[in-house]
């Protein structure tokens, strides 16, 4: 409450500074470049937004006299456009700066009519970052302007006075050339006595010099301006704008200078302040230990808050007087942090960074102005570490604790330069869910998991700790609510959290009432569909594949999620693996069936490597995650029917029926084609053959005719490779022709296949005749049943079901069964132990 009071107390004494240096009327000052501009501007209408037309900004500036002039031009075209522009504002900081108004007129059917009057105008202060807990102390001057109409074009100019007093006499500026909306005329102009380096987005940007009384101009121009095209989620660091950046500094080691004074502490530490540093000191020996516990302090006991008013936007405040009151920004907080860790005897030193530029910044010219924020660097036993003091809650040893990719920095240290931020602390998740769908009549339950590991668990503790659990539990429901229907919460989410290994795992019971709904392809099918909902979020596919500038992506992602089905019975699971490399992510799916428990274990991840997507690799990013999308989710169906029979105890219906009469019937026939070949066919005897054992190569042959019919009997069971309730269900609800003529050919030729590979057993070891030639006819007719299964499949399966998809195409069976049976075919028919062995017939 104290230091809200505080705080209050300090904006109140910034309004009444600023209603004692109220803004004035004067005319335009001498150094100020006159400038015209045209009515009809060719710019395209269509492009116009907000019923308005920007016929002129004009931006000027005198380094020598520290003033910023403005002045712009608007001409309205449509009502709308009165609403948007019937007001003028601008932005100053009263405890360094003054602001003057020259001119505001409204030029109507060529008449100017005089707008200006001082006294209307307001002053606020709006403090737009207050709910990032910054307060600037910045005024923003309003008039609102009366009588706008149609057709009328405001033209109004002022001049800010004064520049902040902390860069020390630096300058450095940035002038833009081109706005979001069409313009007719932009002016940057610049007066100076400084010697200054230039750096161009756009190196045709060339500016008219002109040069007397010791002093030098600048002048950049720029006409009938097209407007921005923005593009969805680019990165921060993407510049669309013409910008002309200037600067006094003629390199990196200046601006550390200069921030080394600024940062420079010139007082001794208060009592209180060494006293905690004793503390830290005595009880802990370690200095990575005591790294942490500064850290801790810093972030935990200092809540951030910034009053950052004139020279309070750069310099900070003294570390005694930060830890008195307990709070600071980003710089005083750094600025504490390192003086604490220093006086323990550990290298430490703020570090200012840019949130926004990344690794662009090293493309900028060297200025004070760059930076918008502030950390710090640990030098403990020659290795470096980075630490943002801003952050609450951090979890983690001293050595392994998240810093954000700020990329490039510059240290708060005499003679320091840039330098690269080689931080390669991410995070990670994984999420264990468990669906119990055992009961397929009862709600389904569903239990989570989820462990958090560094960045991910330092988020989603600050989640926990500044949101009540009513406001939790809400948020984990529409969550869960997005993939399920009628989720419900079964008990409280309960977390755990391991602070020193940075790891948090919450715990979660959910139950779903209609997990199971209708398939739109059949209304006999009830179907289930699993998602991986973790990762579902982050698959995100932009609505055009086409870009000109770098697509963002966040780097920090690596999250792994494994669904584990308890099922209502033994499954027919196609077994999946899905691998999806790019060079910007990585996507990967296998599936795992677990016969005895009846378990089915779903297995995704999903990883990003990098932070952005160059505009002419988008297309490729664009497909391949498409590809991903296409493949997230698992689905598996069950019969309505086969539920109502099973839970009816009905076995006896009229499908069973027409099951057991098809297996009996093609059990029987292929029964009596194998009698009629036993009784039926002998071959001529040559009595010059002798009767001799069964040996040599002929063992592996009957090896091979023991094991292959009790490999096919298996086979038909495990894979319900014959006619059963269930698959005549089956053939009904699919209704297509050709799968149905595929089942069955599959079903007769799999009970053939063993009913004949049993009769050639016996007819190996009763060493008939017949049994080579037979033994070569039933090799081939398995080559050429393989090959007709798979021709189907190759060119039916747009049609069939995805069981049936040509991914389940085994060529190499094809090719070693193949191989086998031409070796088998030539033993048999040349070799003299063959003609030999198999001299009986039936008499």
Partial sequence: MTNNIKVLIWIFSLITTSIFSQIKKTTTPSWVKKQTYSLSPKINPNELNNGSMVLMFNNQTNSITSEYYTRNVIKILESSGVQHNSSISFLYDPTYQSA??????????????????????????????????????????????????????????????????????????????????PVGKMIAYLITDKKLNFKYSNPELKPIIETKNNYTSYLWETKNIKNIEFEENTPSWFNYYQNISISEFNNWKEVANWAEKVFKINQTLSPALKEKIEFIRSNFKDDGVKIKEVLKFVQNEVRYLGLESGIGSHKPF????????????????????????????????????NSYLEHKITEKLPSSKIFNHCIVKVVSNNNEFWYDPTYTEQGGTFD?????????????????????????????????????????????????????????????????????????KKDYLNFYNKYYNSVKLSDSIIFEDDHDKNIFIVHEKYTIDSLWTPSETSNKLLEAYFYPSSIYDYIYLPNIKERKTPFYLNSSIDIKQNIKIKLPEKWAINPEKIKIDSKYFSYSFFDQYNDKQEELDLSFSFKIFDSFIPSNKFNQYVIDMQNVENKISYGININKDILENRSSNNFFNWKSIIAGFLNLICIFFLIYLAYKTYYSYDLKIDNNNNNIPIGGWLILIAISLIFTPIVFIIQIIKNNLYFTYENISSLEIINNLNYVTLVCFEIFMNFGFAIFYILGTILFFKKRTIFPRFFIILIISHIVFLLIDTLSIYFLSFDLPEYFSKKNISYTEIFKETIKATIITAYLLISKRVKNTFVNTLD
């Fill in 400 to 472: 392994n604790i998240y810093v954000p990719q700020y990329k490039y920095g510059l240290p708060v240290k005499k003679g320091s330069s840039l330098e690269k931020i080689n931080s390669d602390i991410y995070g990670k998740t994984e999420v264990f869910e468990v669906f119990d769908i055992r009961s397929i009549y009862s709600p389904v339950t569903l239990n989570v998991t989820s462990k958090y590991y560094n960045k991910d668990a330092d988020d989603i503790r600050y989640y926990f700790l500044n949101n009540g659990m009513t406001s939790i």
């Fill in 318 to 353: 003294h570390p005694n007087k930060v830890f008195e009151q307990r709070y600071g920004d980003c710089k005083d907080k750094s600025l504490l942090m390192s003086t604490m860790l220093n006086e323990l005897g550990i290298e430490a030193y703020p570090i200012l960074v």
């Fill in 100 to 181: 003057t108004v020259h001119s505001i007129n409204i030029i109507r059917e060529g008449e100017r009519i005089n707008k200006l009057d001082i006294n209307k105008f307001q002053l606020l202060q709006r403090e737009e970052n207050a709910e990032n807990h910054i307060y600037d102390g910045t005024l923003t001057a309003i008039l609102n302007l009366e009588d706008i109409r149609k057709g009328d074009i405001i033209d109004y100019s002022y001049t800010i006075k004064g520049f902040n007093p902390i860069y020390n006499n630096y300058f450095s500026t940035n002038f833009q050339l081109d706005y979001y909306e």
